[in-house]
DNA sequence: CCCACCGTACTAGGACGATAGTACGGTCGA
DNA sequence: TCGACCGTACTATCGTCCTAGTACGGTGGG
């Protein structure tokens, strides 16, 4: 099954970057490993309500990292480097994000206390997830 | 003097919210108590390098949320709940972005530990630099 | 009183991304 | 073989945001 995948028109960041940051999550924690068909282009863009252009896009940007290879007919599927190429480019960037968040929310006043204490309640909650799994 | 402010139009977030942050972040600090002027449009558009627009469009939107008031031909400046209003708006947004991209982060691999340093580490370098001052 | 500076408004243009619709050729199972 | 499904490509249109240039009237110090 697919992760939950979802798309949020609203925020800043580009509908089509949302869903490839999402798909590069799941390759990098081997939900796809390589070899693995993703949705279709159509299928896809009906799950998360955006145009199969989008979606498009998406893979298309996915395929010039390398981590995924688009074949005409068949469908696409993540490369032998896939899981790494993935890995490595989220983790830098959500590493990069997360520490300007942090600088953010301390500019804005929070005592670093604060920021700690969410991150432990993040902690909680997410073995709360997967103790019900 | 102003804080050091500055806009990067390659970000996804679009300059003219990044300036209202920016300026949100000094009034909730009080940087800018009540009463103060900001910056001129004018100015303030050349020493971040926009357009006077842009920097209109971001204090037409601080004025929307109460934080601001421009009266024509003087200036723009600081309401009397200002601080307050700012303080609650980026103390809100920032707390919810930084949860966000901490999601993220454990949603790439990262464990609960490295985000815990990295935090740590932010500490001592904002210690340091207050330490120079 | 004046003139420099202020906020504000308006038009026009360009960049970028999403959307909509259509079309083409490859693939693969029934 | 044939038809359903696949990726891909293309054009056109829309909305959002920034840029550019111009203009107007209010404000306040010299």
Redesign the pocket.
Known sequence: MNPTWSVD?QLDR????QLADQILDAVASDAFGPGSK??????LAALV??????V??A??DL?AMGVVK???????FVTEKGPALAAAARGEETLRLFEEAARAALRAGHAMETLAERLKSLRARKRDREATR
Not at 14 to 17: L, V, Y
Not at 70 to 76: L, P
């Open positions: 028109p580009p509908p089509s970057r993703l949705p279709s282009v159509r299928d309500l955006i145009n199969p252009n989008t498009s896009r893979y298309r395929e688009g074949r005409s007919g068949s469908g696409v």
